[in-house]
């Protein structure tokens, strides 16, 4: 007994051929309106073209359809294909008022698109005045914090040191950078001390360090990195590596250099100058012939 054939097994495949997909193995799937332009008007273009072949195509069947129907009606005269007809004209006019109004509406989104980003401009204008404003504030700040530290030291001094000086813990100071932008020399900046009556400054103590800190606060907002140090009173004795202030007194304290200091490589004064980061090392060694702010004292009157 011969055995029933096989059916023959057809195996189906839904796999696309592999030159028929694609991937973008680079990121995120691009976008197709490109072609279009960007933005919101380039959007609107593709929906007034999109919505312009749908009304081509709704008219070319409308028509078809009209005059298969009209044709027909003829053939075999029917009492309502004139109702028709009419509902059929209707349906088009509605349509075409209905894009008129579609076309009304994306020419007001393209202007308020446009109002929209003239209005961004300005925002953008004002941000940016705003911001020269801000600027201009805190240096006027910056200024009444000088002010109403010479008003203080005016206060303060009366009957005890001369004008332009502050007075702190039993004696003058006067830091120049609070009446003047320039800057000598460690030799020039200690004659200008003596013609005033006093010398180049002697920090013997902790609270004057932190005196003098305070008030070097002000040159931060004043002038560049390197118009911030000021002259002291210590230069380098006759033995390397030892610094002596002006009164002949060694400087012992190590904990006022900054890191790396005192490096007394062909240069034999100090100045000092305020760090945020560290309010106690301000002071270094560097080359007596730079020009810098000075910090005199004198005893008061």
């Excluded at 694609?22 to 073209?49: A, C, D, K, M, T």
């Excluded at 075409?96 to 393209?110: K, T």
């Excluded at 900046?189 to 920090?203: E, K, M, T, W, Y």
């Excluded at 000021?230 to 007194?249: F, L, P, S, Y």
Aim: glycine letters at 6%; a neutral charge.
């Amino acid at each position: 007994m011969e055995s029933e054939p096989r059916a023959t097994e057809h195996t189906v495949s839904y796999a696309p051929k592999s030159s028929q997909v694609s991937f973008n193995r680079s990121g995120p799937p691009r976008s197709h309106y490109g072609l279009f332009g960007q933005g919101v008007e380039g959007r609107n273009r593709v929906v007034i073209l999109c919505l312009g072949f749908l009304d081509v195509i709704l008219l070319i069947i409308a028509v078809v359809f009209r005059t298969g129907f009209t044709q027909h009606s003829n053939a075999n005269p029917q009492p309502a294909a004139p109702h028709l007809i009419a509902e059929l004209d209707l349906l088009l006019g509605n349509h075409s008022d209905a894009m008129v109004a579609m076309q009304e509406a994306v020419n007001a989104l393209n202007k308020a698109t446009r109002s929209h980003e003239k209005l961004k401009g300005k925002i953008n204008e004002q941000k940016t005045m705003n911001e020269v404003y801000q600027s201009q504030l805190e240096s006027l700040r910056r200024e009444r914090k000088i002010l109403q530290f010479n008003m203080s030291s005016f206060e303060g001094t009366c009957g005890k040191c001369n004008k332009g000086w502050t007075y702190f813990n039993s004696s003058c100071y006067y830091f120049s950078f609070t009446n003047s932008s320039s800057t000598h020399t460690w030799k020039d900046s200690r004659n200008d001390c003596i013609n005033r009556g006093a010398d180049l400054i002697v920090i013997d103590y902790p609270n004057e360090q932190s005196y003098v800190n305070h008030i070097s606060q002000f040159l931060n907002n004043r002038f560049y990195l390197w118009e911030k140090a000021q002259w002291i009173g210590v230069t380098e004795g006759k033995t390397e590596g030892t610094w002596v202030w002006i009164n002949n007194a060694t400087e012992s304290e190590e904990r006022y250099w900054k890191s790396g200091e005192p490096n007394s490589f062909e240069k034999n004064c100090v100045a000092t100058i305020y760090s945020p980061a560290q309010p106690w090392e301000t002071r270094f060694v560097t080359s007596c012939d730079l020009n810098y702010q000075w910090i005199c004292e004198m005893a008061p009157k």
